[in-house]
């Protein structure tokens, strides 16, 4: 057995220069397939990206937003015996390691880190973020990529169907788990202790296979509790890896780890691996040392002052361990001060300080408002050195749990980016407040335009090659959010206020995705089942969920409002009704196009806009099921598939506002800056 590295601190110095030179010479030999790691100092470890060796430290990641990093035994192991059944009881392999994940807060980090065996050391087509550094949309879940991770993952992300945002998960060839359970460890009498993977603390994995019964055991403990390995795996699993490690080659074993837009270090302090037996255990001393200098850690003082307190209970001690305290207190203060900072700095490309912001904006003065709504209020503001416009959202959470939420959120949506949505530039943390930070749209929100009550303003006009391409635009978007970026985003919130013009006129939609922290906001326009008044689908009030189905409802709605330049909801003859009605009504007339904005003239194709009212009456089909997704709504569009042949204005049901209007006229009454409000204009 080769003890490539042994750093034990009470050595004599030469003797440690000894051992090292001693390593150096041996690094080659893998031997009877086995090493230990007690600590780490870059001996047959092949890196990449961010990766790399500090001070007895393997850091996988450095706290750079979006960055992957990998280490791996620079040497193939030969895995044969794993995967030819053998007849001994000892697991065909089996690894231990000691980890600690340091995110921007105690409870917060992405996302996460894996052991991987692979049979490239090659990963510079993976994918930072949700990725893990371990595969890319292309590759992911094909069975040639020969991948067993087992990842620590910190992040729920609902396109790998993850459990939570604190699981430990087997994945084969797939960032999908094949099982997965939320951290934890069993005690001897069978009780569960849950484990947050992002605590700071160092925690031990264990993971084992045994070919003869096919089985994959995952196992974590604290490792600052010095605790034994729990008799019990968190995940047990039959399954014949022998696809994986398969016969002829070799594999390679290591670590993978990535971030999204947190800055998180992941670090491995001690590695131990045996094919054909149980991994060498690590050396407790050794690593809880190095543990110790991992920078953000909390230290081991609880353990040691409670003892003071029960052993010497005098006086002089209690007041030396109440200074202790103090200091200890200041110091934590500080310490959550500086991560506070840090991220504050280091959050995401590119990141703001809130004096940035406030010189940006004039100290957020009413002047520059363009207006409050949608979660927040939204100040114009130029950027100091880059002077660059920009559009700043400041939000107030309330609680901190509201905050934790919402960035959780960001974390994720910062990933977006198409030409029709509003790019999220960063953001910047002051108190209780998120200041959000956005590309500024220079030609404010498409309501505006539809719905201008000055006729006489003829530059605020949008003809219809103008409202065409801002429907595709927001389909476009819409598509984007829902099917095509690698998760799915619900926005919940369509209406022709989130929907940005840019320089060009081009359509960008807003505030998605928000709203799913923010459900219980304040803002008037936001009802409590969140949503707008007029472009909720029935469903929604029934059940109170939104899904894909529900967006295109109010895309639907959308559409017929900017071909027609009315509200969702009209008053005819001193009724309120759903503007889908009313289209339904001008259809059944014979003349779908009498319903059509009258300042449009014969400023029209007629083929286009009886899509686009169509196509916004099956978008608001009361039964979800028939509404079309979002990938036919940009076939239609594009003319690329035909509308459905039956649909035809007797087989379209009314869609009845009545139960929902009872409830929401009392809403209305109460919030007079509501789109409703328009009702009593009688428009
Ligand atoms: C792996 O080991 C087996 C025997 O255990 C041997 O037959 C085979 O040649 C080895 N493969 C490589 C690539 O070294
Ligand atoms: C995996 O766990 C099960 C259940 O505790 C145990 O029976 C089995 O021996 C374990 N296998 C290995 C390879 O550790
Ligand atoms: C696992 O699969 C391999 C190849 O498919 C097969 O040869 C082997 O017998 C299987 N192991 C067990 C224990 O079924």
Not at 224 to 252: C, G, Q
Request: glycine share 8%.
């Amino acid at each position: 057995m080769h003890h490539l590295s042994f750093l034990h601190l009470q050595c004599p110095l030469p003797i440690l220069v000894l051992l090292l030179l001693s390593v150096s010479g041996t690094g080659a030999a893998i031997g009877d397939g086995q090493f230990i790691y007690d600590g780490f100092f870059g001996n047959d470890l092949t890196m990449d990206g961010e990766a790399s060796v500090i001070d007895g430290l393997l850091r996988l990641t450095s706290g750079q937003a979006q960055f992957k990093g990998h280490a791996f035994y620079t040497y193939p192991l030969n895995f044969t015996s794993a995967v030819v059944p053998s007849s001994s009881s000892a697991p065909s392999f089996s690894t231990t390691f000691v980890f600690v994940i340091i995110g921007p807060y105690q409870d917060l980090s992405s996302h996460g880190l894996a052991f991987v065996l692979s049979s490239t050391k090659d990963f510079s087509s993976a994918l930072p973020g949700q990725f893990m550094g371990l595969l890319n949309s292309n590759n992911n879940g094909n069975p040639s990529n020969r991948l067993l991770a087992i990842e620590l993952d910190t992040i729920l992300n609902t396109e790998f169907s993850d459990i939570d945002g604190n699981h430990i998960g087997i994945d084969v060839n797939s960032l999908v788990s094949m099982a997965s359970r939320t951290a934890g460890y069993y005690t001897t009498d069978g009780e569960f202790h849950p484990l947050s993977l992002v605590s700071r603390k160092p925690m031990q994995v264990w993971v084992e296979y045994d070919s003869k019964h096919t089985r994959v055991n995952v196992t974590i403990a604290p490792y600052y509790l010095r605790s034994p390995k729990p008799k019990r795996p968190l995940l047990s699993v039959a399954y014949n890896l022998s696809s994986v490690l398969a016969a002829t080659s070799t594999m390679y074993a290591g670590f993978s780890s990535a971030n999204g837009i947190l800055n998180c270090k992941h670090y491995i302090i001690g590695w131990s691996f045996k094919l054909d037996g149980e991994a060498a255990q690590l050396d407790y001393k050794t690593i809880l040392g190095l543990a110790q200098k991992i920078e953000g850690r909390p230290s081991n003082y609880n353990y040691k002052t409670i003892l003071c307190i029960v052993l010497l209970p005098t006086v002089t001690v209690a007041v030396v361990v109440c200074a202790l305290l103090v200091k200890v207190h200041m110091k934590r203060r500080l310490q959550a001060r500086k991560t506070e900072l840090e991220w504050e700095r280091e959050y995401g490309p590119p990141s703001f300080t809130h004096k940035d912001l406030l010189v940006a904006t004039s100290g957020f003065k009413d002047e520059v408002l363009l207006g409050r709504g949608g979660f927040g209020s939204v100040y114009k503001g130029v950027l100091p050195v880059s002077k660059q416009a920009v559009a700043i959202k400041r939000v107030s959470p309330g609680s901190k749990q509201g905050m934790k939420e919402f960035l959780a959120e960001i974390v994720i949506l910062g990933h977006l980016g198409h030409r029709n949505l509003v790019q999220l530039l960063g953001y910047c943390r002051h108190k209780q407040q998120l200041l959000l930070v956005y590309d500024y749209m220079p030609n404010g929100s498409l309501d505006c335009y539809l719905h201008n009550q000055d006729h006489s303003a003829t530059n605020n006009r949008l003809c219809w090659a103008q409202r065409f391409r801002i429907i595709e635009g927001v389909a476009s978007g819409l598509f984007y959010l829902h099917e095509h970026w690698e998760q799915v985003v619900i926005h919940r919130d369509i209406k022709t206020s989130n929907v940005l013009l840019d320089g060009e006129m081009n359509a960008r939609l807003g505030d998605f995705g928000l709203a799913r922290s923010h459900a219980h906001g304040a803002d008037a326009h936001t009802t409590h089942m969140a949503g707008t008044w007029g472009y909720i689908a029935p469903e929604v009030a029934r059940l109170g969920k939104a899904t894909k189905a529900t967006d295109v409802f109010a895309f639907g709605v959308l559409m017929m409002e900017v071909a027609c330049a009315r509200r969702p909801i009209i008053r005819a003859d001193g009724e309120p009704v759903a503007l889908a009605d009313w289209v339904l009504a001008a259809w059944r007339r014979g003349s779908i196009t009498d319903a059509i904005d009258p300042r449009l003239g014969d400023d029209y194709v007629e083929e286009e806009i009886e899509l686009v009212l169509k196509l916004g009456l099956l978008c608001c089909h009361p039964s979800p099921n028939a509404r079309p997704r979002m990938r036919l709504v940009m076939q239609y569009l594009q003319r690329d598939a035909a509308l459905p042949t039956d649909l035809q204005p007797d087989t379209l049901l009314m869609i009845s506002v009545e139960p929902l209007l009872q409830d929401e006229m009392q809403h209305a009454m109460s919030c007079p800056t509501t789109a409703i409000t328009d009702l009593s204009r009688g428009r």
